[in-house]
C-alpha cells in the first residue's frame, strides 16, 4: 500500500452497505490528534448506520469514515494549547464532540452538547488505519490496560453512566437486552452493590454472557412472578416491544433508565405506568465527560468488570463484511477489527 493511502471503511452513500477502500490519510486540522489505529470495536450504532436506518439517515452526511469505539497511537499532535496527551501515547475517542459554547456546555453537560458532533456518524471516524480526533475528545488510556479492552470502553462508559444514575446498591436490578452494553451493565450494577440482577434477552448466546457477566438471572421473557418486583429496570434493548415489559417489571416507585433507541416511535400507557406506579423515569445519552471515563478506569484496573469476557470475536479491518454478518447474528459479544 502506498504510505500516503490507508484501508478505510466508509459509508459512501445514503444507502445501505459500506465501501471498504484506498483513501488518503487525513491530515490532523488544528486541535487535532492523528492516531494509528491500533483496535477498533463495533457498535450497535455501525449496524443502524450499515443498514441505513431513518436514525442513521438523519445523522448521517456521506461520504464518512464510519466507527466510533477504537484504540490508537498518537502520531501527531496539531495544537499550540497545553495539553496532557503526548506523542506515542494510547488514546481512545469520546465519541460525543461538544462545542464548549453552548449552555449544556457551560453548566458541565457536554455529553449532551446542544451543537453535538458525533464521532464516526457525523464526521469521520475510527474504521480505518488512521484516524484524526479533536484534541479535546482525546481520553489518554491507562497504559497497563489490554488495547483490546481500551476499544471497548465507550460501550462500557454507557453502562456505567446508566448504572450510577439508577443508584442500584442494595437493589434488585433487571437489564432487559443483552448486547455489549447490556452485558456491561450486568458487571457495572454488580460492582456497585446490587442485591440481585437479573438479565433478559431473546437468544440465548447472550443470556450466557449474562451470566459470565454476573447475573444471579437470566430469562428469555420477563417471568410472571417478577412482575412488580424490580426496585431498578434498565431498558438496554432498543425493542419497541419490551418497553411495556420494563414497565411491568418495575414496582410501585421504582426506577427506569431508557438507554436503548427504538427504531420506531413505541407508545406508553402513561397512566398506568407513570401515574398509578409512580415510576422515576431517566434517559441517558452516552458518558459524563470526563467523569464516566475515570469511573470506567477504576472498574477496569481494580479488575471489577472484565471487558475479555464479553469480547468474542476479532477480524482484520478488510473482512468488516463478515464481521458485521456476525455481529448481526446476535450470536457475538464484541467484536473487535485490527487493521
Ligand atoms: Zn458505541
Ligand atoms: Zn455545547
Given amino acids: 500500500m502506498a504510505q500516503d493511502k490507508m484501508l478505510a471503511v466508509l459509508k459512501e452513500k445514503p444507502k445501505s452497505g459500506v465501501e471498504i477502500k484506498e483513501i488518503p490519510i ?4 488544528k ?5 494509528k489505529v491500533v483496535v477498533a470495536s463495533i457498535c450497535g450504532t455501525d449496524i443502524s448506520i450499515y443498514d441505513w436506518t431513518p436514525w442513521a439517515e438523519g445523522h448521517i452526511k ?6 466510533h469505539e477504537l484504540v490508537g497511537e498518537v502520531l501527531e499532535i496539531n495544537s499550540t494549547q497545553p495539553t496532557h496527551i503526548k506523542k506515542g501515547d494510547l488514546v481512545s475517542s469520546e465519541t460525543h464532540i461538544f462545542d464548549n459554547t453552548c449552555y449544556q456546555c457551560l453548566i458541565n453537560n457536554r455529553h449532551i452538547c446542544e451543537n453535538m458532533e ?3 456518524i457525523g ?4 474504521f480505518a488505519e ?20 481500551m476499544s471497548a ?112 416511535e413505541a407508545s406508553i400507557d402513561t397512566g398506568k405506568y407513570f401515574i398509578n406506579k409512580e415510576l422515576s423515569v431517566d434517559s441517558v445519552f452516552g458518558r459524563r465527560i470526563w467523569e464516566t471515563w475515570f469511573q470506567v478506569s477504576d472498574l477496569l484496573t481494580e479488575g471489577k468488570v472484565d471487558l475479555k469476557t464479553i469480547i468474542t470475536h476479532e477480524f482484520k479491518l478488510s473482512e468488516f463484511e463478515e464481521a458485521m454478518k456476525v455481529m448481526k447474528s446476535g450470536e457475538s459479544g464484541k467484536i473487535l477489527l485490527i487493521p
Avoid at 456521506?62 to 466507527?67: A, E, S
Avoid at 464526521?123 to 475510527?126: L, M, P
Avoid at 491507562?142 to 479492552?149: F, G, H, M, N, Y
Fill in 118 to 120: 458525533l464521532f464516526g
Fill in 31 to 35: 486541535e487535532e490528534v492523528l492516531v
Fill in 153 to 264: 470502553q465507550e460501550p462500557l462508559g454507557n453502562a456505567v453512566h446508566v448504572v450510577t444514575k439508577a443508584q442500584v446498591a442494595g437493589k434488585t436490578v433487571l437489564v432487559f437486552g443483552l448486547g455489549p452494553v447490556g452485558l456491561c451493565a450486568i458487571a457495572v450494577a454488580k460492582a456497585y452493590g446490587a442485591k440481585r440482577v437479573i438479565g433478559v434477552n431473546r437468544g440465548d448466546y447472550r443470556r450466557n454472557l449474562g451470566l459470565k457477566m454476573g447475573a444471579d438471572e437470566v430469562y428469555e421473557s420477563l417471568p410472571k412472578e417478577l412482575e412488580n418486583k424490580c426496585d431498578v429496570v434498565l431498558e438496554m434493548s432498543g425493542n419497541a416491544e419490551v418497553i411495556s415489559e420494563a414497565l411491568k417489571a418495575a414496582r410501585i416507585a421504582g426506577k427506569l433508565i431508557f438507554f436503548g433507541i427504538p427504531k420506531n
Fill in 130 to 149: 488512521y484516524a484524526t480526533i479533536p484534541l479535546r475528545t482525546t481520553w489518554k488510556n491507562i497504559a497497563s490496560l489490554d488495547p483490546k479492552v
Fill in 123 to 126: 464526521r469521520n471516524g475510527g
Fill in 62 to 67: 456521506p461520504p464518512v469514515i464510519i466507527g
Fill in 26 to 29: 487525513p491530515k490532523p486540522q
